[in-house]
């Protein structure tokens, strides 16, 4: 089945530092890989969706400045969360579709700490 | 109104129970529909896909979608304890391209030895 991978799966920063985070298709090729924020005890909410080779589209509310999304590849795209404060601590989660699937696979996530 | 509710829950049964765990919807143009099972600190896993209405099985589980009532839910016979688990729903006019998925608020289930 489709496999997407995440890394890292937990990460500690300081504040003002970048974090980047990596989303890749294991056994397809996306076109197409969305970025989740999820809080505790609540449900996904999207960011953004990376499209392979053109600009990422964000959903409302979502810094793109902040959150910096690159999809160089049809197997890769990353998350780079730039001058992280604490309020960015968050587990933070990918997915893509593989061609002729039933569902979306999501990635195993990355739990984010600034301290 | 969201476009999906889910009952939060939690949700307690003991070991064996069967569980019913629900949707409702408001967007008619909802046509593929999906449950995953999160666990703690982890990424959502695809459970069940359905397309349209109709009832799909799968092991323990089984799907139901009614499109004219926009109710879907999701069974799960013989519960073990290794199903306690939050449990998404998730929806979407089309699956094609930058589709994107509406989910649900997630239903905290807990299966007791």
């Known amino acids: 089945g489709a496999v997407v991978s995440q890394h890292p799966s937990w990460v500690i920063c300081k504040s003002g530092t970048s974090v980047k985070i990596e989303c890749r298709s294991l056994d397809f090729q996306a076109t197409t890989m969305f970025w989740y924020r999820q809080f505790p005890k609540q449900s996904l909410m999207l960011m953004a969706t990376?499209?392979?080779?053109?600009?990422?589209?964000?959903e409302q509310g979502v810094e793109k400045d902040k959150f910096l999304i690159n999809h160089a590849s049809l197997t890769l795209s990353t998350l780079t969360v730039t001058s992280a404060h604490p309020e960015d601590s968050s587990f933070y989660i990918c997915?893509?579709?593989?061609?002729?699937?039933?569902?979306?696979?999501f990635g195993s996530g990355t739990r984010l700490t600034v301290v | 109104q969201k476009e999906v509710e889910q009952d939060p829950g939690p949700l307690s049964v003991p070991e064996g129970a069967i569980v019913s765990l629900n949707c409702t919807y408001s967007n008619s143009a909802f046509q593929y529909f999906m449950w995953y099972r999160q666990y703690s600190r982890k990424g959502p896993e695809l459970l069940m896909y359905t397309y349209s209405s109709g009832n799909k099985e799968d092991g323990r589980f089984t799907a139901q979608v009614d499109k004219s009532s926009k109710y879907i839910s999701l069974f799960i016979r013989d519960s073990q304890p290794s199903d306690s688990a939050t449990y998404l729903c998730a929806m979407s006019p089309d699956i094609q391209g930058a589709q994107k998925l509406v989910f649900g608020q997630g239903t905290r289930l807990t299966i007791n030895p």
């Open positions: 997915s893509a579709r593989a061609s002729g699937a039933g569902g979306y696979t």
């Open positions: 990376s499209n392979e080779g053109s600009k990422a589209t964000y």
